[in-house]
Protein backbone atom coordinates (compact mmCIF):
# COMPACT_ATOMS: atom_id res chain seq x y z
CA UNK A 1 0.00 0.00 0.00
CA UNK A 2 1.46 3.56 -0.87
CA UNK A 3 2.38 5.85 2.03
CA UNK A 4 -0.18 7.96 3.49
CA UNK A 5 0.10 11.59 3.86
CA UNK A 6 -0.32 12.68 7.75
CA UNK A 7 -0.03 15.04 10.19
CA UNK A 8 2.78 15.85 11.47
CA UNK A 9 4.02 15.06 8.18
CA UNK A 10 7.84 14.81 9.24
CA UNK A 11 8.90 11.99 11.20
CA UNK A 12 7.36 12.51 15.37
CA UNK A 13 11.30 13.11 16.47
CA UNK A 14 11.48 16.26 14.41
CA UNK A 15 10.86 19.72 15.09
CA UNK A 16 10.22 21.92 12.33
CA UNK A 17 8.00 24.55 13.04
CA UNK A 18 7.66 27.76 10.68
CA UNK A 19 7.40 26.22 7.63
CA UNK A 20 7.99 28.28 4.14
CA UNK A 21 7.53 25.29 1.62
CA UNK A 22 8.36 26.72 -2.20
CA UNK A 23 8.38 24.20 -5.21
CA UNK A 24 11.79 24.32 -7.53
CA UNK A 25 12.63 21.45 -9.65
CA UNK A 26 9.22 19.30 -8.97
CA UNK A 27 10.15 19.13 -5.61
CA UNK A 28 8.37 20.85 -2.47
CA UNK A 29 11.34 22.10 -0.41
CA UNK A 30 10.24 23.41 3.59
CA UNK A 31 12.66 25.72 4.92
CA UNK A 32 11.51 26.51 8.98
CA UNK A 33 12.89 27.24 11.82
CA UNK A 34 14.18 23.90 13.94
CA UNK A 35 13.29 23.77 17.57
CA UNK A 36 14.64 21.30 20.06
CA UNK A 37 13.04 18.15 21.99
CA UNK A 38 12.30 19.31 25.26
CA UNK A 39 14.05 23.05 24.42
CA UNK A 40 14.13 25.65 26.72
CA UNK A 41 13.47 28.81 24.50
CA UNK A 42 12.45 28.45 20.58
CA UNK A 43 14.84 27.43 17.58
CA UNK A 44 17.65 26.10 19.55
CA UNK A 45 18.78 24.01 16.77
CA UNK A 46 19.99 24.60 13.36
CA UNK A 47 18.45 25.04 9.85
CA UNK A 48 17.22 21.64 8.28
CA UNK A 49 15.42 20.68 5.08
CA UNK A 50 13.18 18.32 4.14
CA UNK A 51 11.56 17.73 0.32
CA UNK A 52 9.24 15.75 -1.19
CA UNK A 53 7.85 15.24 -4.77
CA UNK A 54 5.21 17.95 -5.41
CA UNK A 55 2.60 15.14 -6.57
CA UNK A 56 3.34 13.14 -3.26
CA UNK A 57 3.65 14.90 0.39
CA UNK A 58 4.17 11.59 1.96
CA UNK A 59 7.40 10.79 0.61
CA UNK A 60 9.50 13.14 2.30
CA UNK A 61 13.49 12.99 2.53
CA UNK A 62 16.02 14.88 4.67
CA UNK A 63 18.39 16.80 2.88
CA UNK A 64 20.15 17.41 6.09
CA UNK A 65 21.54 20.66 7.57
CA UNK A 66 21.41 23.56 5.52
CA UNK A 67 23.04 26.24 7.28
CA UNK A 68 24.74 26.05 11.07
CA UNK A 69 23.87 29.30 13.28
CA UNK A 70 27.87 30.03 14.13
CA UNK A 71 27.82 30.67 9.78
CA UNK A 72 26.88 34.21 10.38
CA UNK A 73 29.57 36.48 11.47
CA UNK A 74 27.68 38.29 14.18
CA UNK A 75 27.31 34.73 16.03
CA UNK A 76 30.57 32.88 16.38
CA UNK A 77 30.24 31.72 18.75
CA UNK A 78 26.24 30.23 18.40
CA UNK A 79 24.49 32.55 21.58
CA UNK A 80 21.72 33.84 19.26
CA UNK A 81 18.92 31.55 17.60
CA UNK A 82 18.10 31.30 14.05
CA UNK A 83 14.35 32.61 13.69
CA UNK A 84 12.21 31.81 11.31
CA UNK A 85 14.12 31.90 7.68
CA UNK A 86 12.71 31.76 3.64
CA UNK A 87 14.18 31.07 0.23
CA UNK A 88 14.11 32.22 -2.97
CA UNK A 89 15.86 31.95 -5.76
CA UNK A 90 17.19 35.19 -7.27
CA UNK A 91 17.63 36.18 -10.99
CA UNK A 92 21.13 34.38 -11.11
CA UNK A 93 19.03 31.34 -10.48
CA UNK A 94 20.88 30.54 -7.23
CA UNK A 95 19.62 29.95 -4.13
CA UNK A 96 18.99 33.02 -0.96
CA UNK A 97 17.98 32.03 2.36
CA UNK A 98 17.00 34.68 4.34
CA UNK A 99 16.99 35.07 8.31
CA UNK A 100 17.21 36.85 11.56
CA UNK A 101 19.02 36.61 14.45
CA UNK A 102 17.42 36.35 17.28
CA UNK A 103 18.96 39.53 19.76
CA UNK A 104 19.85 41.56 16.56
CA UNK A 105 17.30 43.87 14.15
CA UNK A 106 18.86 43.21 10.72
CA UNK A 107 18.27 40.23 8.04
CA UNK A 108 20.90 38.14 7.36
CA UNK A 109 21.34 36.63 4.13
CA UNK A 110 22.89 33.17 3.00
CA UNK A 111 23.85 31.81 -0.27
CA UNK A 112 23.37 28.43 -2.43
CA UNK A 113 23.44 27.02 -6.07
CA UNK A 114 20.86 24.22 -4.80
CA UNK A 115 18.17 24.38 -3.45
CA UNK A 116 18.91 22.56 -0.50
CA UNK A 117 22.93 22.56 -0.29
CA UNK A 118 25.20 23.59 2.07
CA UNK A 119 24.33 28.02 2.19
CA UNK A 120 26.99 29.90 2.70
CA UNK A 121 27.00 33.44 4.61
CA UNK A 122 26.20 36.41 1.56
CA UNK A 123 25.89 39.55 3.61
CA UNK A 124 22.91 41.41 4.96
CA UNK A 125 20.43 43.35 3.55
CA UNK A 126 21.29 47.27 3.15
CA UNK A 127 20.70 50.65 1.89
CA UNK A 128 22.83 52.14 -0.35
CA UNK A 129 25.23 53.66 1.51
CA UNK A 130 26.10 50.23 3.68
CA UNK A 131 23.87 51.18 6.62
CA UNK A 132 21.93 47.71 7.36
CA UNK A 133 18.41 47.53 7.04
CA UNK A 134 17.08 47.96 10.71
CA UNK A 135 20.16 49.71 12.23
CA UNK A 136 19.42 53.21 10.29
CA UNK A 137 17.83 56.15 12.52
CA UNK A 138 13.87 55.89 12.42
CA UNK A 139 14.33 52.11 11.36
CA UNK A 140 11.87 49.84 12.97
CA UNK A 141 13.52 45.83 14.33
CA UNK A 142 13.53 43.48 11.59
CA UNK A 143 11.55 40.15 12.75
CA UNK A 144 10.92 36.89 10.12
CA UNK A 145 11.52 37.56 6.68
CA UNK A 146 9.31 36.10 4.13
CA UNK A 147 10.52 36.68 0.12
CA UNK A 148 9.04 36.70 -3.44
CA UNK A 149 11.39 37.66 -5.93
CA UNK A 150 9.78 38.62 -9.68
CA UNK A 151 12.56 39.42 -12.85
CA UNK A 152 15.45 41.65 -10.90
CA UNK A 153 13.55 42.21 -8.03
CA UNK A 154 13.07 40.48 -4.42
CA UNK A 155 10.29 41.63 -2.09
CA UNK A 156 10.96 41.14 1.88
CA UNK A 157 8.53 41.50 4.22
CA UNK A 158 9.24 41.80 8.06
CA UNK A 159 7.88 42.85 11.37
CA UNK A 160 6.74 41.62 14.68
CA UNK A 161 4.48 43.70 16.39
CA UNK A 162 3.18 42.92 20.34
CA UNK A 163 0.18 44.28 21.23
CA UNK A 164 -0.26 47.58 22.70
CA UNK A 165 3.04 48.15 21.30
CA UNK A 166 2.67 51.72 19.50
CA UNK A 167 6.30 51.75 18.32
CA UNK A 168 5.59 48.94 16.06
CA UNK A 169 3.84 49.95 12.92
CA UNK A 170 2.72 46.88 11.48
CA UNK A 171 4.58 44.27 8.75
CA UNK A 172 6.96 46.08 6.30
CA UNK A 173 7.76 45.54 2.77
CA UNK A 174 10.90 46.42 1.45
CA UNK A 175 12.22 46.04 -2.40
CA UNK A 176 15.59 44.69 -3.36
CA UNK A 177 17.44 44.54 -6.42
CA UNK A 178 19.13 41.85 -7.93
CA UNK A 179 22.63 41.72 -5.81
CA UNK A 180 20.11 40.33 -3.23
CA UNK A 181 20.46 42.36 -0.67
CA UNK A 182 20.79 45.97 -1.59
CA UNK A 183 17.56 47.97 -1.02
CA UNK A 184 16.13 49.73 -4.10
CA UNK A 185 12.95 50.69 -2.43
CA UNK A 186 12.19 51.62 1.47
CA UNK A 187 10.23 49.69 3.62
CA UNK A 188 6.61 50.79 3.63
CA UNK A 189 3.60 49.15 5.93
CA UNK A 190 1.45 47.21 4.09
CA UNK A 191 -1.03 45.82 7.38
CA UNK A 192 -1.02 47.08 11.03
CA UNK A 193 -0.07 45.96 14.38
CA UNK A 194 -2.97 46.37 16.52
CA UNK A 195 -2.88 50.08 17.64
CA UNK A 196 -2.90 51.18 14.46
CA UNK A 197 -5.60 48.23 13.19
CA UNK A 198 -8.36 50.76 14.21
CA UNK A 199 -10.67 51.26 10.78
CA UNK A 200 -8.44 49.22 8.42
CA UNK A 201 -10.19 46.25 8.62
CA UNK A 202 -7.99 44.33 10.25
CA UNK A 203 -10.01 44.81 13.59
CA UNK A 204 -9.13 41.53 15.86
CA UNK A 205 -6.82 40.02 13.24
CA UNK A 206 -3.70 42.79 13.52
CA UNK A 207 -0.18 42.07 12.28
CA UNK A 208 1.82 40.52 14.94
CA UNK A 209 4.51 38.33 13.38
CA UNK A 210 5.77 35.73 10.43
CA UNK A 211 4.87 37.62 7.31
CA UNK A 212 4.71 34.72 4.13
CA UNK A 213 4.27 35.87 0.13
CA UNK A 214 3.16 33.95 -2.21
CA UNK A 215 1.46 35.59 -6.01
CA UNK A 216 -1.55 33.26 -7.55
CA UNK A 217 -2.68 35.01 -10.95
CA UNK A 218 -2.09 38.65 -10.62
CA UNK A 219 -3.05 38.24 -6.87
CA UNK A 220 -0.67 38.73 -4.28
CA UNK A 221 -1.08 36.71 -0.84
CA UNK A 222 0.00 37.72 2.44
CA UNK A 223 -0.22 34.99 4.78
CA UNK A 224 0.44 36.11 8.49
CA UNK A 225 0.17 35.28 12.45
CA UNK A 226 -2.46 37.62 13.67
CA UNK A 227 -2.00 39.20 17.47
CA UNK A 228 -4.69 36.18 18.37
CA UNK A 229 -1.69 34.28 17.83
CA UNK A 230 -2.80 30.70 17.38
CA UNK A 231 -4.60 31.57 13.53
CA UNK A 232 -3.16 32.54 10.50
CA UNK A 233 -4.54 35.10 8.36
CA UNK A 234 -4.35 36.34 5.08
CA UNK A 235 -4.41 39.90 2.94
CA UNK A 236 -4.45 40.36 -1.02
CA UNK A 237 -3.69 43.01 -3.06
CA UNK A 238 -2.90 43.62 -6.89
CA UNK A 239 0.35 45.16 -5.91
CA UNK A 240 3.29 43.78 -3.99
CA UNK A 241 3.95 46.82 -1.69
CA UNK A 242 0.76 48.72 -1.46
CA UNK A 243 -3.59 47.97 -0.84
CA UNK A 244 -3.30 45.15 1.28
CA UNK A 245 -7.09 44.08 2.80
CA UNK A 246 -7.73 41.28 5.16
CA UNK A 247 -9.64 38.93 4.06
CA UNK A 248 -9.78 36.56 6.31
CA UNK A 249 -8.15 33.05 8.53
CA UNK A 250 -6.96 30.60 7.21
CA UNK A 251 -6.26 27.80 9.84
CA UNK A 252 -6.39 27.82 13.15
CA UNK A 253 -3.41 25.48 15.34
CA UNK A 254 -6.74 25.05 18.13
CA UNK A 255 -9.21 24.83 15.37
CA UNK A 256 -10.81 28.30 16.57
CA UNK A 257 -13.81 29.83 14.78
CA UNK A 258 -15.09 26.66 12.98
CA UNK A 259 -18.49 25.78 13.94
CA UNK A 260 -19.25 23.04 11.69
CA UNK A 261 -18.75 20.38 14.18
CA UNK A 262 -18.65 22.46 17.49
CA UNK A 263 -18.99 25.62 18.65
CA UNK A 264 -16.88 28.43 17.43
CA UNK A 265 -15.12 29.26 20.50
CA UNK A 266 -14.12 25.96 21.67
CA UNK A 267 -10.64 25.14 21.16
CA UNK A 268 -9.99 21.34 20.19
CA UNK A 269 -6.30 21.25 20.87
CA UNK A 270 -3.37 23.26 22.79
CA UNK A 271 -2.40 26.17 20.49
CA UNK A 272 0.06 28.89 20.11
CA UNK A 273 1.96 31.01 18.21
CA UNK A 274 1.40 30.11 14.06
CA UNK A 275 3.56 30.12 11.52
CA UNK A 276 3.54 29.22 7.59
CA UNK A 277 3.33 29.75 4.16
CA UNK A 278 0.75 28.83 1.35
CA UNK A 279 2.08 26.57 -1.98
CA UNK A 280 0.46 25.45 -5.07
CA UNK A 281 2.31 21.53 -5.59
CA UNK A 282 0.67 19.29 -8.49
CA UNK A 283 -2.65 21.59 -9.28
CA UNK A 284 -3.71 21.88 -5.14
CA UNK A 285 -2.65 24.61 -2.86
CA UNK A 286 -1.97 23.93 0.67
CA UNK A 287 -1.05 25.70 3.49
CA UNK A 288 1.75 24.91 5.64
CA UNK A 289 1.54 25.70 9.92
CA UNK A 290 3.26 24.08 13.41
CA UNK A 291 1.40 22.65 16.25
CA UNK A 292 2.64 22.71 19.89
CA UNK A 293 3.97 19.76 21.68
CA UNK A 294 5.65 18.13 24.71
CA UNK A 295 3.60 20.29 27.12
CA UNK A 296 5.81 23.62 26.19
CA UNK A 297 5.96 26.53 23.55
CA UNK A 298 9.20 24.95 22.46
CA UNK A 299 8.74 21.95 20.60
CA UNK A 300 6.65 22.66 17.63
CA UNK A 301 6.04 20.22 14.89
CA UNK A 302 4.55 21.16 11.18
CA UNK A 303 1.59 20.13 9.66
CA UNK A 304 0.08 20.62 5.95
CA UNK A 305 -4.09 20.79 5.09
CA UNK A 306 -5.25 21.58 1.50
CA UNK A 307 -6.77 24.59 0.94
CA UNK A 308 -9.47 25.84 -1.28
CA UNK A 309 -9.43 28.83 -2.84
CA UNK A 310 -12.83 30.07 -4.89
CA UNK A 311 -13.52 32.26 -7.23
CA UNK A 312 -13.36 35.00 -5.76
CA UNK A 313 -9.99 34.45 -4.52
CA UNK A 314 -10.82 33.93 -0.53
CA UNK A 315 -9.78 30.66 1.39
CA UNK A 316 -12.30 29.77 3.47
CA UNK A 317 -10.99 29.01 6.94
CA UNK A 318 -9.63 24.57 6.86
CA UNK A 319 -10.03 22.38 9.47
CA UNK A 320 -6.72 20.71 11.26
CA UNK A 321 -6.35 17.42 10.91
CA UNK A 322 -4.67 13.91 11.07
CA UNK A 323 -4.89 13.31 7.08
CA UNK A 324 -3.99 16.74 5.82
CA UNK A 325 -1.17 16.02 3.29
CA UNK A 326 -3.31 12.44 2.34
CA UNK A 327 -5.42 14.61 0.14
CA UNK A 328 -8.52 12.79 1.23
CA UNK A 329 -9.62 10.17 4.20
CA UNK A 330 -6.81 7.90 5.83
CA UNK A 331 -7.26 4.24 5.27
CA UNK A 332 -9.39 2.89 8.36
CA UNK A 333 -7.75 -0.39 8.95
CA UNK A 334 -4.41 -0.99 10.34
CA UNK A 335 -2.33 0.40 13.10
CA UNK A 336 -1.94 4.59 13.48
CA UNK A 337 0.09 6.13 16.63
CA UNK A 338 -1.26 8.25 18.73
CA UNK A 339 1.29 11.41 18.09
CA UNK A 340 -1.16 11.44 14.86
CA UNK A 341 -3.88 13.55 16.83
CA UNK A 342 -5.21 16.48 15.68
CA UNK A 343 -7.24 17.21 18.46
CA UNK A 344 -6.47 16.95 22.61
CA UNK A 345 -7.93 18.21 25.03
CA UNK A 346 -10.00 18.05 28.40
CA UNK A 347 -13.04 19.05 30.39
CA UNK A 348 -10.53 21.96 31.30
CA UNK A 349 -10.74 24.18 27.98
CA UNK A 350 -7.59 25.65 27.36
CA UNK A 351 -6.69 27.33 24.18
CA UNK A 352 -3.06 28.27 24.65
CA UNK A 353 -0.12 26.25 25.64
CA UNK A 354 1.70 28.82 27.28
CA UNK A 355 -1.28 30.68 29.40
CA UNK A 356 1.18 28.81 32.39
CA UNK A 357 4.20 30.32 31.52
CA UNK A 358 6.27 28.37 28.87
CA UNK A 359 4.94 25.10 30.17
CA UNK A 360 1.36 23.66 30.65
CA UNK A 361 0.38 21.93 34.35
CA UNK A 362 -0.14 18.30 35.12
CA UNK A 363 -3.84 18.74 34.57
CA UNK A 364 -3.33 18.56 30.76
CA UNK A 365 -2.35 15.78 28.37
CA UNK A 366 1.08 16.07 25.79
CA UNK A 367 2.53 14.54 23.07
CA UNK A 368 5.93 13.86 23.61
CA UNK A 369 8.86 11.21 23.75
CA UNK A 370 11.04 9.28 25.09
CA UNK A 371 14.83 9.93 25.32
CA UNK A 372 16.79 13.25 23.59
CA UNK A 373 16.52 15.19 21.35
CA UNK A 374 17.56 13.43 17.83
CA UNK A 375 16.57 10.44 19.08
CA UNK A 376 14.47 8.77 16.77
CA UNK A 377 11.97 7.60 19.27
CA UNK A 378 8.39 7.49 18.00
CA UNK A 379 5.96 10.00 19.80
CA UNK A 380 3.09 9.08 22.08
CA UNK A 381 0.27 10.91 24.10
CA UNK A 382 1.37 11.35 27.64
CA UNK A 383 -0.64 12.27 30.80
CA UNK A 384 -4.06 11.34 29.58
CA UNK A 385 -6.41 12.07 32.88
CA UNK A 386 -9.70 11.72 33.70
CA UNK A 387 -11.76 13.44 30.30
CA UNK A 388 -8.73 13.86 28.19
CA UNK A 389 -9.79 12.89 24.41
CA UNK A 390 -7.54 12.11 21.60
CA UNK A 391 -9.17 13.12 18.24
CA UNK A 392 -8.41 11.69 14.28
CA UNK A 393 -9.43 13.24 11.91
CA UNK A 394 -10.57 11.15 8.67
CA UNK A 395 -10.20 7.70 8.14
CA UNK A 396 -12.16 6.10 5.39
CA UNK A 397 -14.34 2.97 7.63
CA UNK A 398 -15.74 -0.09 6.29
CA UNK A 399 -16.02 -3.31 8.38
CA UNK A 400 -14.06 -2.21 11.60
CA UNK A 401 -15.42 -4.43 14.29
CA UNK A 402 -12.28 -4.54 17.37
CA UNK A 403 -10.57 -1.74 18.39
CA UNK A 404 -7.03 -2.09 20.25
CA UNK A 405 -5.04 0.59 21.91
CA UNK A 406 -1.26 0.56 23.02
CA UNK A 407 -1.45 1.86 26.81
CA UNK A 408 1.38 2.62 29.71
CA UNK A 409 0.66 3.97 33.00
CA UNK A 410 -0.22 3.83 36.22
CA UNK A 411 -3.96 4.41 35.15
CA UNK A 412 -7.10 1.92 36.27
CA UNK A 413 -10.39 2.75 34.08
CA UNK A 414 -10.90 2.28 30.59
CA UNK A 415 -11.04 4.71 27.00
CA UNK A 416 -14.44 4.98 25.14
CA UNK A 417 -14.09 4.81 21.20
CA UNK A 418 -16.06 7.98 19.64
CA UNK A 419 -16.64 9.59 16.45
CA UNK A 420 -17.24 12.87 17.42
CA UNK A 421 -16.18 14.67 20.41
CA UNK A 422 -19.21 14.67 22.24
CA UNK A 423 -21.15 11.79 20.53
CA UNK A 424 -21.82 8.60 22.21
CA UNK A 425 -19.33 6.16 23.15
CA UNK A 426 -19.34 2.92 20.57
CA UNK A 427 -17.72 0.95 23.28
CA UNK A 428 -14.76 0.70 25.85
CA UNK A 429 -11.65 -0.52 26.25
CA UNK A 430 -10.86 -1.90 29.69
CA UNK A 431 -6.93 -0.86 30.80
CA UNK A 432 -5.00 -0.74 33.66
CA UNK A 433 -2.02 -0.22 35.72
CA UNK A 434 1.15 -1.23 33.63
CA UNK A 435 4.72 0.32 33.06
CA UNK A 436 5.49 -1.12 30.13
CA UNK A 437 3.17 -0.91 26.42
CA UNK A 438 0.48 -3.18 27.09
CA UNK A 439 -2.32 -3.74 24.01
CA UNK A 440 -5.77 -4.08 25.18
CA UNK A 441 -8.91 -4.69 22.87
CA UNK A 442 -12.16 -4.66 22.57
CA UNK A 443 -15.18 -5.39 19.82
CA UNK A 444 -16.28 -1.90 18.79
CA UNK A 445 -18.13 -1.40 15.59
CA UNK A 446 -17.21 1.41 13.83
CA UNK A 447 -19.96 2.47 11.38
CA UNK A 448 -18.81 2.75 7.51
CA UNK A 449 -18.12 5.80 5.53
CA UNK A 450 -15.63 8.51 6.80
CA UNK A 451 -15.38 8.85 10.35
CA UNK A 452 -13.13 10.59 13.22
CA UNK A 453 -11.70 8.69 15.94
CA UNK A 454 -11.95 10.14 19.56
CA UNK A 455 -10.71 7.91 22.38
CA UNK A 456 -11.63 9.26 25.88
CA UNK A 457 -10.03 8.16 28.83
CA UNK A 458 -12.25 7.50 32.15
CA UNK A 459 -10.85 6.27 35.25
CA UNK A 460 -8.53 6.99 38.10
CA UNK A 461 -4.56 8.12 37.72
CA UNK A 462 -3.21 8.80 34.23
CA UNK A 463 -2.05 6.74 30.91
CA UNK A 464 0.05 7.07 28.20
CA UNK A 465 -1.52 6.32 24.56
CA UNK A 466 0.73 5.17 22.06
CA UNK A 467 -1.13 3.71 19.16
CA UNK A 468 -4.60 2.70 18.15
CA UNK A 469 -5.81 -0.05 15.75
CA UNK A 470 -8.72 -0.76 13.79
CA UNK A 471 -9.88 -4.29 12.47
Given at each position: ?????????????????????????????????????????????????WSAPANDLADWRYEGVIY?????????????????????????????????????????????????????????????????????????????????????????????????????????????????????????????SEPYSQGSGYEGHAFFEA?????????????????????????????????????????????????????????????????????????????????????????????????????????????????????????????????????????????????????????????????????????????????????????????????????????????????????????????????????????????????????????????????????
Open positions: MKKQGVNPYLPSWEYVPDGEPHVFQDRVYVYGSHDRYNGHVFCLNDYVCEKTDDPLNPDGRMCLYAPDVTQGPDGRYYLFYVLDKVPVVSVAVCDTPAGKYEFYGYVQYADGTRLGERAGDQPQFDPGVLTEGDLTYLYTGFCAIGDKSRKGAMATVIGPDMRTIVEEPVFIAPPSIRKRGDTYYFVYSSVVMHELCYATSKHPTKGFEYRGVIVSNNDMHIDSYKPASKPMYYGGNNHGGLVEADGQWYIFYHRHTNGTSFSRQGCIEPVTILEDGTIPQVEITTSGPNGGPLVGRGQYPAYLACHLFTETEERYTGTHGAWMDGRFPKITQDGKDGDEEVGYIANMRDSATAGFKYFQCEGVERVKIQVRGYAQGYFEVKTSWDGPALGSIPVDFTNVWTTYEADIAVPDGVQALYFTYKGNGNASLASFTLE
